[in-house]
RNA sequence: GCGAUCGUAGCUCAGUUGGUUAGAGCGCCGGUUUGUGGUACCGGAGGUCGCGGGUUCGAACCCCGUCGAUCGCCCCA
């Protein structure tokens, strides 16, 4: 017997109540952004690394280490999305979408990235998305902030919260980044390892480390707010306000930082609340949407600036938080009595037009008689309906069980497909 | 990249300080409950105890390695 192979570590085989969870989240994702008018989008799930290098960020953990990179047969180097954004935007450059802008774009699938899987983090794992590109008003930030929240509520998701942030527009965001360098420099010998690493490396991340020792110094870290310039501070309050108008509740997270270069003003994520059962579920990982404004992208890339904002967010963590979904219900099991050529064709035939008129049926056909009924009887169908032959070898008469309405719409729809038939 | 815990039947798990042919439930297949049928009962198939070494008269159990899974750190959705 040759080996199975196994499947590849962070990958995941999805099935049954999980599957329906995700489909779920999918579907509503799909009528939402419809209602909010975004429009649908499909991107190649590979780039040139380049894309993804220059739009993230060098020196990210993402681009420094979790890409899933590879040489093609011409020797280019070729990059696994690791998200969504930066290919949106090489699409938008490459294909002139300038001329639909503004422009509001949906899209989900799968991403990779190379890490250490965990609760609720794959190697390939999936998001939804949605950007806005080209509109540099506040008001942008806001429509995508609120069909984030109809989602999340439409999925029936609880005790989860916005916490929103500003870094400022690029002079802002420097000058708050050098001083939090300033600060945090003159304590670096009390700061755990992973911060005196992140002073070098992104030192706005040691505002949200998990280490006490840490945590003493941030309280008392420059705000942002002491930067902010007066467009950057206006456009804040713009967003606020807005979201207030929308009837979105937020909450300021002065130390929210994303981790991705390209962030600009908004920024935010959607947070279970302490103790909430959303975050239990989640086990360590927090953040089930995320994203911000990211006005700066589109030059890294070449493109004239383009000011957007985004949000993504993964499909698994949301489908953990909308809990099991069975899948529907089996409306009509057909049981076949016996073997004959006569008695298959009566099963096959009824059970077609059962779904032709959008019945669900299913044909119990296999097995011992008995355990045809057992079957079909676990099945959780509404209508059981069984074909059999008399002594002489004639097809009986069909019989069905189950609740006098369902088996009048079962029955109703087969006299449909007969009527039609006769037309 | 680092740490902790765990790998026994298709699935969920027992397996007593190391001691005969490794068990149960569910699922699957066949049958009985002398008619139609979610019950109950009987029987059957199915396991290199993740893999490789070692210790021992003897290893599912102890030791080392390795692969995998889970959870956490880093980072992130």
Redesign the pocket.
Known sequence: MP?TP???????DIFGPDAEAFAFVVETFERVRKLYRFRRVEMPVFEKTEVFARSIGET???VS??MYSFDDRGGESLTLRP?FTAGIARAYLSNGWQQYAPVKLATHGP?F?Y?????????Q???IDAEIIGAAEPQADVELLAMADQLLKELGIEGVTLHLNTLGDGDSREAWRAALVDHFRAVKDELSE??Q??LEK?PL??L????RRDQRFVADAPKIDQFLSDDARAFFDAVTSGLDAAGVKWQRAESL????DYYRHTAF?FIPDEGSEAAGK??????????GRYDGLMESLGGAATPAVGW???I??LAMLVGEREEDALELAV?V?GDTEQLHSAGVRTAMMARSEGVAAEVFA??????R???A??S?AKV?M?F?EDGEGNLQAP?M?GDEADIERVSHALREFALKLRD
């Open positions: 080996k196994q499947a590849i570590r962070g990958t995941q990210t953990d993402i280490k979790e998200e991403l990235r890490e250490r899987p965990q609760k609720g983090r794959y190697r794992f999936h998001q992973d911060s690493e992140r992104n991340r040691i949200d480390s998990k280490d930082v994303r981790g991705l994520e989640l086990g360590s990982q927090s953040t089930i949407l995320g994203g993504a967010a993964g698994e963590r049981v009595e296999a097995g011992s008689p008995r355990k009924f057992d079957k009887v676990k959780g059981i069984a059999g019989r069980k």
